[in-house]
């Protein structure tokens, strides 16, 4: 069973940066795009930031100019680079892994989440 093992969460002040990481637990051949999705208490979970073997680079409005994503798709690996951090911001962070499928859809592959904490 293929893991995504997300590390870098925590408590961090307004304004103050956090670096977040996921890798797989084994490579995963055919990996289309990787993400961070994050979801807060009583919300339904969002899209943060994605990026594509290809290299491209999509954002949610709320952290444009504020997160960059970053990693090699290829070799199953993302970081989301988060600064000038805001209390709205906190959630729990999922990484994301888009296997594209001939038939019934693409599979998608979950990593447990990291906290992210933003407060004074």
């Known amino acids: 069973q293929v893991q995504l093992v997300e590390s870098g969460g925590g408590l961090v002040q307004p304004g103050g940066s956090l670096r977040l990481s996921c890798e797989a637990s084994?490579?995963?051949?055919?990996?289309?795009?990787m993400g961070w999705y994050r979801q807060a208490p009583g919300k339904q979970r969002e899209l943060v930031a994605t990026?594509?073997?290809?290299?491209?680079?999509d954002y949610a409005d709320s952290v444009k100019g504020r997160f960059t994503i970053a990693g090699d798709v290829a070799e199953n690996t993302v970081y989301l680079q988060m600064n000038s951090l805001k209390p709205e911001d906190t959630a729990v962070y999922f990484c994301n892994a888009v296997h594209p499928m001939p038939y019934g859809g693409p599979v998608h592959y979950w990593g447990q989440g990291t906290q992210v904490t933003v407060s004074s």
């Open positions: 084994r490579r995963i051949f055919s990996i289309d795009a």
């Open positions: 990026i594509t073997r290809g290299g491209n680079l």
